[in-house]
T-cell receptor, first 107, second 110 residues
Framework: GIQVEQSPPDLILQEGANSTLRCNFS?????LQWFHQNPWGQLINLFY???GTKQNGRLSATTVATERYSLLYISSSQTTDSGVYFC?????????FGTGTRLTVIP | DAGITQSPRHKVTETGTPVTLRCHQT?????MYWYRQDPGHGLRLIHY???????DKGEVSDGYSVSRSKTEDFLLTLESATSSQTSVYFC?????????FGPGTRLTVT
């Protein structure tokens, strides 16, 4: 299957700080999604972004498919941003997940 | 939010007993998936369905079977539960692009 690597594995931020999360993948993919898993375990769709750049409020994402990576930007972080951020890519009918970046935002 | 429910939400069972988890959708999406989430592994695909009675294996399908007799329901069965199947199970649906996840079922096999 496709290998998906996320960095950093853990990140601690002061509220108001900005951050960049990275996702590298090993093969060409049909699509890429970013998810946030909140402290209650719910998986929330952030972006469907096979290529290009998208923005949603304080979050934005960029995927450069030809170079096999994607970036998730979080600006002006809030405590509610805490949780685990997953990148997932599709090959055939499988969605392959990275092991996530655990973000903790401190007030 | 996509209309996906999972039942039960929590279950404790003994080794060797059969267990069935249910995923129900109200979105009429063609594709449905079962994943398990374990520490250090992210989410891994167990089985998926691309239509009624059409299913296929995922990355970690051993010990699991699935059935889909109607569009809205996708069942995951552990024929004889083992302790290694203690996990959080997520169902997901898709129309072919984005996947949307249910709330999860926490299964403990003692």
């Amino acid at each position: 299957g496709i290998q998906v690597e996320q960095s950093p594995p853990d990140l601690i931020l002061q509220e108001g700080a900005n951050s960049t999360l990275r996702c590298n993948f090993s093969d060409s993919v049909n699509n890429l999604q970013w998810f946030h898993q909140n402290p209650w375990g719910q998986l929330i769709n952030l972006f469907y972004i096979p290529s290009g750049t998208k923005q949603n409020g304080r979050l934005s994402a960029t995927t450069v498919a030809t170079e096999r990576y994607s970036l998730l930007y979080i600006s002006s972080s809030q405590t509610t941003d805490s949780g685990v951020y997953f990148c997932a890519v599709t090959g055939a009918n499988n969605l392959f997940f990275g092991t996530g970046t655990r973000l903790t935002v401190i007030p | 939010d996509a209309g996906i429910t999972q039942s039960p939400r929590h279950k404790v069972t003994e080794t060797g007993t059969p267990v069935t988890l249910r995923c129900h959708q109200t979105e009429n999406h063609r594709y449905m998936y079962w994943y398990r989430q374990d520490p250090g592994h992210g989410l891994r695909l167990i089985h998926y369905s691309y239509g009624v009675k059409d299913t296929d294996k995922g990355e970690v399908s051993d010990g699991y079977s699935v059935s889909r007799s109607k569009t809205e329901d996708f069942l995951l069965t552990l024929e004889s539960a083992t302790s290694s199947q203690t996990s959080v199970y997520f169902c997901a649906i898709s129309s072919g692009y984005e996947q949307y996840f249910g709330p999860g079922t926490r299964l403990t096999v003692t």
